[in-house]
């Protein structure tokens, strides 16, 4: 490579280098195109580490009310869109820090005393990363409260509830849409279980080895809300650990890939209930597309991106994964890599989250469709066994007794609620007249009032406990 090609426009970092870095090093290594998101967790950062420097005198009062002031415009440049972000500053914080002394002059040379870019980036990440667990959060029970406004309106909807893809027994399409709710509650937990693991402060890590600056971490901590429910600042208890743990970053991106794969199995079914030889449902035309040589198409395109998604998403848990995999103590640059698939990850759980919640206030129910389906896969044969067992019979007999029974209606093609009583009472003489109601679709959901089950008494008492649960 020429000395051309290595370029020589840039200052060397520092007395130490006879020389600038190359160009193409320089591209290769900067951050600021991607990690200028985290500009205002840096602020943040940046004031609360100046204010505890102040209170410590380790910098003077009129050093704190400099940095306070030139961070003030720093936010204003920025939000404003005139902040000029430099790649030869390498990231965020070198940009930011640049700026502040080129408006302060020393005061702004004096902030990184007892700091390194370290336990800066590391805050600054989950500083960023818990307000947007918040968002997240929110944005699933935006999800959940859809759902159940759904089920509720079809908590008497019979559809036939499967097995391996079979037609197994009648269930409630709202007890089908809470099972949903059951599992984003889940989700919902496990995000406030990262939030806690993510809401601690490594900033008096320093680079690695902690700080001779008499700091004081958890003024810190307290200043950026870092605080557990008791409101005792959380603090990273070892500098090495500090600054190169990024599991909280991985415990995310893993929560989230378990939400788009629940999100995926929900698009899963929408998909195959549009279809027309189902046609369980209706999905609203703002969610639609249409074909460019089809007329007549309509394609459930969201669900379907959805479930595409959800493998970008899990692709990112594998890229963190391995990222961390081979790292020795303690910060390497290769953490650097961390945060575009964590970006990633947020952004598309936050969209997709968010598009879902409107799509399922937009779906239409075919309630006729469902119970037409249910009524043709011999949905309540479970009932005829049940039955026989209230007569005495028992379970394993009843069940052989009704695959007979089974079997004879699918040879006539009818349902068993369609076999006359002589009929039934050939397979067993215990059978009565009462055997329709325990073979009508409706009885045998009303007969699973079980706490969980699909009885639609007991998925209105669901409805309105997550209706308490969600405010
Ligand atoms: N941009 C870097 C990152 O994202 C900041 C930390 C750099 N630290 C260092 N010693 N080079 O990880």
Redesign the pocket.
Known sequence: MSSNQLGKKSQAWSALFSEPMSELVQRY????GF?RRLWQADIEGSLAHAEMLAAQRIISAADHAAIARGMAQIRQEIEAGAFAWKLEL?????NIEARLTELVGDAGKRLHTGR???D???TD?RLWLRGEIDRIALLLTALQKALVDLADRHADVIMPGFTHLQVAQPVSFGHHMLAYVEMFSRDAERMADVRRRTNRLPLGAA?LAGTSYPLDRERVAKTLGMVDDEGEACVCQNSLDAVSDRDFAIEFTAAASLCMVHVSRLSEELVLWTNQSVGFIDLADRFCTGSSIMPQKKNPDVPELARGKSGRVVGHLMGLFTLMKGQPLA?N?D?????EPLFDTVDTLADTLRIFAELVGGITVRAAAMEAAAQRGYATATDLADYLVRKGVPFRDAHETVAKAVKAAIAQRADLSELPLDVLRGFDPRIDEDVYDALSLRGSLDARATIGGTAPTQVRAQIARHRQRLG
């Open positions: 290594t900067a951050s600021v990690d390498e990231d965020v914080h070198l390194s870019r370290n800066q980036v590391a990440v680079a910060y640059k953490n650097q890599e961390d945060k």
